[in-house]
Structures are given as C-alpha cells and as structure tokens.
C-alpha cells in the first residue's frame, strides 16, 4: 500500500527532465559537505587554536590534580614507590646530615673539654675515696682521654637528632595510624636513654668505684691506667643508657607482634630472677641493699614494658573490630 502523503519524485516526463533534476540533487549534496568542511577548516586557526586548547586543558588539570598533605606543607613528599637506588640517596643525606650534627657537637664540646674531663669524668673517681689514683701509661694517653671525652659528649648531645633521622629513614614504611601513634617516639626515645646515663653515673658507678677503692688491703696502692677507667666509664654509661630502652625495644617487638603483655607476663617470674642475678654478677659488693639498688630500676622496666605491650595489644584489637564491623 503507498501512502498518500508521501511525496513521489518524478522520474522522468517526456524530454527527461525528471533523471536531470535527481542528477543534479545527487551532486549537489557532495559539493554543500565539501564546502562546509571546508569552512570548518577555514574557522580554526593553526596552530594558536591548539595552543588555547593545550592551555585550557592543562589549567583544568591543574585545577582539578589533587594536593598532597605534604606539598601543602612543604614538606618532602616520600613516595612510596622509591627504588632502591632512591632509597640509598635518602640514606646517604641522612647520614650526612647526622655526620655534620655530630661535627657541631664535638667543636661545642671541645670548648668545654677541660671541665668535661676534670668535673664529669674524674669527679666520681675523686668521691670515690683517696686509695685510688689515675696514671698514664702512655705518651698520647690523654690526648685519647680528651677525643673519647668529647666524642661520647658529642654522641650525647646529637642523640635526639639521630635518632630522629634514623625514625625519618623508617617512618615512610609504616602505616598512616602507626605514624600518628609515633609522634613522641623521639621524646620517648632520648628520655629512656637519658635516664639511663643518669642512673648510671649518679648511682651504679660511685657504689662500684666505692667498693673497688676500699677493697683489699691498704699496702696496695691502686693506681688505675687512664685508658682502663675511661674504658669502664664510657661501658657502664652506654650499658645503662641501651638497658633503659627496654620499654622502647618493647613498643617495637609489640608492634610487629613478636611479643605480647601474656607472653611478659608469663614469664615475670623468670625475669625477675634473671634481673636479680645480673644485678648481683654486676654489683661489686655483696650486699643485698647495693644489688636491689641496680635490681629495681631492671624490675619497674621490666613492668612499664608490659603497659606498654598491652597498651599496642588494645589499640590492635580495637582497629580489628573497627574493621570487622565495617
């Protein structure tokens, strides 16, 4: 069926003008697609219309590209893809940032090298008692008692800043959480090793060098070589100084989950008679005052190490059944 409304197209009358004017219509409508393309063509202009487009598209990226909290900050920004090439040039600025702490410690200390040496270093010694005496042996003995002086002084006073570059080398391993949970890791740090100098200065070397002065029989004089007490010396603090990082060593081993508060707890009894004997293998005298002097602080180490292990336990449990209910 045709529809009436339908236009129809005259194919031809007699003299052909119907084929003439289909003809014309089909080559008609090639020439209107060439001219329009062309006039496209024609309206964009080379090449400062790709450049207005490059530079619109690279506003809308920069508007659109996220800001990193780092970048906010001004702060370097590690990421974590770094290769192992990168990671060494880390390593090797740090290393060369706590070398040149280290240098301006020792040039400070060297100004006060003398009191150092006569008021820090040979001060216990003198309390000690009058029945023991310093001698050097050697020709360079005290200039190797004035670099190690310094050096350990030096040591001590760039500690907090190691320590804080070797945290900065480790941080970018860790998790967003455990981050922020390590903010005062550094305080923490540089207060359990002081404390432990402290402790060893103000109160395991007068009782030792008390005991060794008073020892034995009067007819002997003790004359002590410089290099043998500075040798003691520098060991007693640096021995007091790693033992008092228990706690810390205990946060870590807690954290990678090597050690929990039932395992410390467990064991406390062990421990503490571990504790007892170290203090009397360490402890010069007999006494049972002078070994529960160096025993105590051991056992309440000991103990702040499980809060501590307990505390890390808690805070993972409670982001697991964060997470399981989400």
């Not at 207060?191 to 007068?206: D, K, Q, R």
Request: hydrophobic fraction near 45%.
């Amino acid at each position: 069926m045709s529809n009436e409304n339908e236009p129809t197209i005259p194919l031809s009358d007699g003299n052909g003008a119907g084929a003439e004017s289909v003809n014309e219509t089909k080559s008609a409508v090639p020439a209107v697609i060439e001219q329009e393309e062309a006039k496209s063509t024609d309206d964009l202009e080379f090449p400062d219309d790709f450049e207005k487009l490059e530079v619109a598209a690279n506003a809308s990226s920069d508007n659109t590209a996220p800001v990193s909290e780092n970048e906010a900050t001004g702060e370097e920004e590690t990421h974590e893809g770094m290769g192992f090439l990168d990671h060494l040039e880390e390593l090797r600025w740090r290393i060369l940032r706590g070398g040149i702490a280290f240098l301006v410690a020792a040039i400070t200390c060297t100004f006060f090298a003398d009191y150092l040496v006569k008021d820090v270093l040979i001060r216990p010694l003198i309390q000690s008692g009058t029945n023991i005496h310093l001698q050097n042996l050697v020709p360079y003995g005290q200039l190797s008692l004035y670099f190690q002086v310094v050096f350990f002084s030096a040591f001590m006073l760039a500690f907090p800043y190691l320590a804080w570059e070797i945290w900065k080398f480790v941080e970018p391993g860790l998790h967003e959480t455990e981050r922020s949970a390590s903010r005062f890791m550094i305080l923490f740090i540089s207060i359990c090793f002081f404390s432990g100098i402290a402790f060893g200065y103000f109160v395991f070397l007068p009782i030792s060098l008390k005991f060794f002065a008073g020892f034995g029989t009067t007819l002997i004089t003790n004359n002590i070589s410089v290099q043998d007490y500075i040798s003691f010396f520098l060991g007693t603090l640096l021995t007091t100084g790693i033992v008092f990082e228990l706690p810390f060593i205990s946060y870590v081993l807690s954290k990678i989950g090597l050690l929990t508060p039932a395992f410390m707890r467990f064991y406390r009894r062990h421990a503490m008679i571990t504790m007892l004997v170290v203090a009397a293998i360490v402890t010069p005298s007999t006494d049972m005052v002078t070994q529960m002097v160096i025993a105590i602080p051991m056992i309440l180490l000991y103990e702040i190490s499980i809060f501590i292990s307990g505390s890390v336990q808690k805070n993972r449990n409670k982001k697991l059944m964060e997470e399981s209910a989400a």
